[in-house]
Structures are given as structure tokens and as C-alpha cells.
């Protein structure tokens, strides 16, 4: 069971299981001593577990596994977020030094003969009927881990396997560091104001301040989003969006530092997956992944993806043709290169819809945004959010706690929203404590543990003074609300879960292509009057966003959405033909199987210097290998899961309807995985899902 420690002032706050964590008193010194402490725990609770005379029972075997395994989850998950949002030379030793006893903890545990026979005797016995559902599915999902973990295979195969995930962890960890000292490693300063001619001014304010906190004069543009991004966007020199494109696209290739080159270790990574998947008995690595998702073969994701190409093209070739045209006769650009395109469309953008990003951007100052936000959950599903105070890693960190109506908590999270040199780029949510029924301890009652979770961004931080002394709010583009909606989306996913049991509470045990379902459901809000009003503020002047800007954007929402769905197409179909057909021991590079792709799928083509794989941190460091076609595949469930709350907002007077939120929330993410996505969906829309949503949402109908 999960003891409370008390643990005395000074001692480790890793091994604290009592509250929230310690952040404020972390130190890299601590991570390996709590491993090997908790590493220890759990292999004395595995030798329990295993023994001949322990019954294949419920409470004799899985909880107390689960106890154990989920305090190292615990204290290993701070090492990893620390690791991703507050890196140091310090705390990636000691994380690249433990890596390699956790994976080969876990691996040690999928091979596991003794244990994989308690859950088939479980499962096999008359006590496993009287199990609850949740419980059932954790067996289910325990015995096909097992399979997937090697416990079937023969000695040698297993020391083999066990070889193969040790380098694969080690190697995505590398992969990850090398993109994010890459993306460091690059600045350019630049001089001359001239050459900043279309910049926005609190862009150039944050380029200013960068460069004095570097120690010289001028303006400090990198390579991390919030600079890089607007530059591309709004420079009228050609040359310098030229010149920041190519240092992006290239990062942790052979154009730069030889010891950040992420070639070789895609090379490796995909020879060692597929060992894996041939270890496994598949065909493929892809085949290896889809066990545990809704798909049901690579075939089919692929078909899927090629009939979304085929809607989509025409629409992406008239987007191109446009921009094209444009370009000639606008800007007097014969050629639109790589680096015009997202300047050329901001123009045809303003041009066409008479607004440009940056006039929207002025009306999303961070504390309306949250307000807005914030209100939206509490409207659909009768919560409340209020700040509050837990130790953070950083300064800018904030945290909330929601609660019921009955004034009980029943969630809490971080928010860290703002891009910095020692943060992986992308945004993110990643739990940090699980709901679950914690067992009585010395007589007391039952009690159970709230659920906490990180929601992480990489948006521009506050630059600037008001005219009164203080300090601006941060500005939010309307695509970082959406991102923000998004990440807040998974959050709940995780902090509204109802069920009970470790293994299935929450995002735990959700099919992969269908966790991006409540995610993808949230961004649906971005575009609602009712929502969007509530939620702005003119940073100078205090006036909410005009209905007549709105109107402007709601038009522009499905600008360019046809090249905008053949790239995520493009990276949809890479990924599962590189895990599926391609051949990783054959001459061909990932390189040159992208190059195919494009040529197949794109309509435009980026130069051959672009080195995308080498940033590919989704499929080669993150949880997507075979799955980035679930951002498609989960976007053809929430588009019809939001559109039952538009088929019933005619007769409620809009979307905002408190009756149909409680149905999602009792449906969806109150079940996490305690059963298959599909039958939450259903249960929630009433049918099957239908691709009609999406594709209308998109404006492809």
C-alpha cells in the first residue's frame, strides 16, 4: 500500500509520498540514492508478488505491485519533468546515469515468467468474474504488456530484448538533448534596425532584452519559438527569414555540431525497433504499436490517411495556387520559397480578411485568457478553479486546484507557460499523481488520492512596462490559446477521471490514437463567440475583442486548411511507412523515404537542406513512433463528439451546454481507460464516429 511518509525535514523530498512534490528543496543529488532506494522496493515487492505461496489474487498480488511501482513512478516522473523543463549539465548526468536502471526495471518486470503466470491464473479463476470492470481491464491490459514485453520469449531472446530497450531509452534521451543544445546553440544578433523592418514591436522588445541579457547591443533572435516564429512571419527581409529558416530546419543534422547530429541514432533507433517488433514475432515495429491502439493495422492507418489526402488535395493545391499568385502580384516574388510561405500568408491573410495576427494578439493578455478558460470548465461542468499555492521549479509556474460544487477537490495542476533556454520546445501535459482508492491504514477509513497534473507551453513571457510602472501581461496569438485550450484538454482528461483503479484512472490505458480525443475536443471552444468574449482584453486600452474581429477570424479559421492537413498527412504517412515498409538495415535513409513522401503527399516542397527527421522529437523521443496519424484519427472523434454540442445548441441557446458537458465528462474522460475509447464514444455521440464532422470543421465538406 501507498504509506504517507512524513519524511523529516532535510532527508529526501523524492521519497516523500505524502503531498505534493518538493521542488523547492530538489537537488540532482537526490535522484540517485531515492532510485536505487525505490528500485529496491519494488524488486522485494516483485519477489513477493512471484512467490509460490503469495495467491493469484487481487489484493495478495497487484496492489501491492502497483504500491510499489507507483512511488518510483512517482520520484523517476519529477527526474523526467525537471529533466524536460529546468535541464542543467547536473541533472542530465544523474538522469542519463538512472535511465538505464529504470528501463531495465520495467523490462526486467515485462519478462517476468512467474509473474505473467499469477495474472493468467487470475484471469483464469472464478474470482477474476467478480472483479469490477476497471480491475478486469487492468488484468487484460497487464497480460497483453507482458506479451509485448518479451515474457514469452526464450533466455536468450530475452537478454537480447532487454539489451535492445536499455539502448532504445538512452537513445531517445539523446535524441531529445541534442535538439534542445542545437536549438540553443544558435543565435543571431543583429545590428541594424533596417534589417528589422515588419517586425512587431514587442517582438523586437524581447530581441532587445535578449541581447542585453547576453552581454551585447542589438537584437538577439534563436531558434525557440516565440522569436523564431514571428520572424518568419512578419520580416520584410527576405534574407533574414532565409537565413533563420536554414538554421532551423537543420538542427541536429550534419550541418551543424558532428556530436549533435541526431542522423545516427535515427539510423539506430530504427534498426533496434525493428529487432524489437521481429523479437516479438510482428512483421514490422508498426504492427508491434498498433496492439495497444484502436487502429487495427498499418494498412489501415494508411488508408485512412491516403482517402484524408485525396479529400484534402484539391483544397491544398487552390490554398498553394493562391498563395502563389499572390506572392507574384502582390509582393512581386516570382518564386515563393520556403522561407516566404508563412510570410506570404500572413499578407494574403491581412489582405483577404483584414486583420493580421498580431492586431488579434493585443486583445489576449494571459489573465483574461486563463479567466476565459477557466470559466468555460466551470460552465460545462460545474467546477471551480482558483489559484493556489505548492512549491514550483520555477518562478513563472503557477498552480490551481479545482473543485467541485460541493467545494471538494478533486484536481489540481502547474501551469509553466512560458519558452526558456533550459525547456524542451513543444507543449505538453504529463501527470503527476494518479486518481486512485488509497487502501485504509491502521484502521483508518478509506481515503482518495486527488490527481494532479503539468500543463507545459513555450509562449513569449511578459516584456514591458505599462504607463503606471508595472509590469505587461503576457500576449497570447490566437493559435497559442488554442494550444493552451489543447494541453488544458488533456489535463482534464487526467483530473476528471471517476475511476478508481491505478492502471485505468485517468489518461493510464486510453488507447494512444485516442488520447488526443479531449485535447483536440477543447481547441472546438477557441471559435465560440459565447467563449471568446469573456476571454479578452485590449492590453491598452481594456476593450474586449470586437465582434466585427471575430467575425474576420471565424472566416479566416479554415485559411489554408487543405496545406495544412497534407502536412500533418505528410508526417502521419513518414512515421508509419518508416515503422512499417521501410527497410532500416537497407542503403535508404529516413531522408530519403521523407524526400518520397513529400513528392507523393505535398504539395509544397521544402528545399533539400531541410533535415525535418532530425527534429522529429514526437516519433524518436516522445510516445509517438507509429502513432502521429492519432492526431488525425483522435481529430475524426472529437469533431463528432463536438458536434452533438452544436446539434443541440439550436435548442439551448449555444454550445455552452452544462446537460451535454456532463454527459462528456460521465462518458469520456470520467472512464479513462477503464474501457475501450470506442465504446466511450459511443456511449457518449449514440453511433459510430463519421469522418462528416471533420472534414465540414475543416471547411472540406
Known sequence: MVVAMNTPKGSNPLLDFSGLPRFAEFKPEYVTPAVDALLAECRAAVARAEAADTPAEWDAFVAPLEDANEKLGR????????????????????????????????????????????????????????????RRKVVDNELRGFRLGGAELPADKKARFMQVQEELAQLSTKFE?????????????????????????????????AAEAAGTTG??????????LPVMQYADSRELRQILYRAYVTRASEFGKP???????????????????????FKSYAEESLEAKMAESPREV??????????????????????????????????????????????????????SDHEVKQYFPEPRVLAGLFRLIETLYGLHIREDNAPVWHPDVKFYTLYDRAGQRIGQFYLDL????????????????????????????????????????????????????????????????????????????????????????????????????????????????????????????????????????????????????????????????????????GVRTAQDLIDDIRKKVAVIIPPAYNRFPNNFSHIFAGGYAAGYYSYKWA????????????????????????????????????????????????????????IDALLRHNGMA
Open 75 to 134: 520520484a523517476w516522473g519529477q527526474a523526467s519533468h525537471l529533466h524536460s523543463v529546468m535541464d542543467s549539465p547536473e541533472l542530465r548526468e544523474v538522469y542519463n546515469a538512472n535511465l538505464p536502471k529504470i528501463t531495465v526495471y520495467y523490462a526486467e518486470l515485462g519478462q517476468n515468467e512467474a509473474l505473467y503466470a499469477k495474472y493468467k491464473a487470475l484471469a483464469a479463476s472464478p474470482a477474476f468474474a467478480a472483479l469490477s470492470p476497471a
Open 177 to 209: 538533448e541534442n535538439l534542445l543544445d542545437a536549438t540553443n546553440d544558435y543565435a543571431l544578433i543583429i545590428d541594424e534596425k533596417g534589417e528589422l523592418a515588419g517586425i512587431p514591436d514587442d517582438v523586437l522588445e524581447a530581441a532587445r532584452a
Open 219 to 228: 537584437w538577439k533572435f534563436t531558434l525557440h519559438m516565440p522569436s523564431y
Open 259 to 281: 556530436e549533435l547530429d541526431n542522423t545516427p541514432l535515427i539510423a539506430r533507433i530504427l534498426k533496434l525497433r525493428r529487432e524489437s517488433a521481429e523479437l516479438l514475432g
Open 302 to 355: 494508411l488508408d485512412f490517411l491516403d482517402e484524408l489526402a485525396a479529400r484534402a488535395r484539391p483544397y491544398a493545391e487552390k490554398d498553394y495556387t493562391e498563395l502563389k499568385t499572390f506572392a507574384r502580384d502582390e509582393l512581386g516574388l516570382d518564386e515563393v520559397e520556403a522561407w516566404d510561405t508563412t510570410y506570404v500568408s500572413e499578407k494574403l491573410s491581412v489582405a483577404r480578411y483584414s486583420f
Open 418 to 585: 512560458y519558452a526558456r533556454a533550459s525547456k524542451r520546445g513543444g507543449a505538453w501535459m504529463d501527470d503527476v499523481i494518479t486518481r486512485r482508492r488509497l487502501p485504509s491504514l491502521d484502521g483508518r477509513a478509506e481515503g482518495m488520492q486527488t490527481p494532479v497534473a503539468y500543463l507545459n507551453c513555450n509562449f513569449s513571457a511578459p516584456v514591458g512596462d505599462t504607463p503606471d510602472g508595472g509590469k505587461k501581461p503576457a500576449l497570447f496569438t490566437h493559435d497559442e490559446v488554442i494550444t493552451l485550450f489543447h494541453e488544458m484538454g488533456h489535463g482534464l482528461h487526467h483530473l476528471l477521471t471517476q475511476i478508481e483503479e491505478l492502471g485505468v484512472s485517468g489518461i493510464n490505458g486510453v488507447e494512444w490514437d485516442a488520447v488526443e480525443l479531449p485535447s483536440q475536443f477543447m481547441e472546438n471552444f477557441c471559435w465560440e463567440w459565447d467563449v471568446l468574449k469573456h476571454m479578452t482584453a485590449h492590453v491598452d486600452t481594456g476593450e474586449p475583442l470586437p465582434r466585427v474581429l471575430f467575425d474576420k477570424m471565424l472566416a479566416a479559421k479554415n485559411f489554408q486548411a487543405g496545406l495544412q492537413t497534407l502536412r500533418q498527412i505528410e508526417f502521419a504517412s513518414f512515421d508509419m511507412h518508416l515503422h512499417d515498409d521501410f527497410d532500416p538495415n
Open 635 to 690: 481529430e475524426v472523434l472529437s469533431a463528432d463528439a463536438y458536434a452533438l454540442f452544436e446539434d443541440e445548441a439550436e435548442g439551448y441557446g449555444g454550445v455552452l451546454n452544462p446537460e451535454v458537458g456532463h454527459r462528456f465528462w460521465s462518458e469520456i474522460l470520467a472512464q479513462g481507460g477503464a474501457r475501450p475509447a470506442l465504446e466511450s464514444f459511443k456511449a457518449f455521440r449514440g453511433r459510430e464516429p463519421t
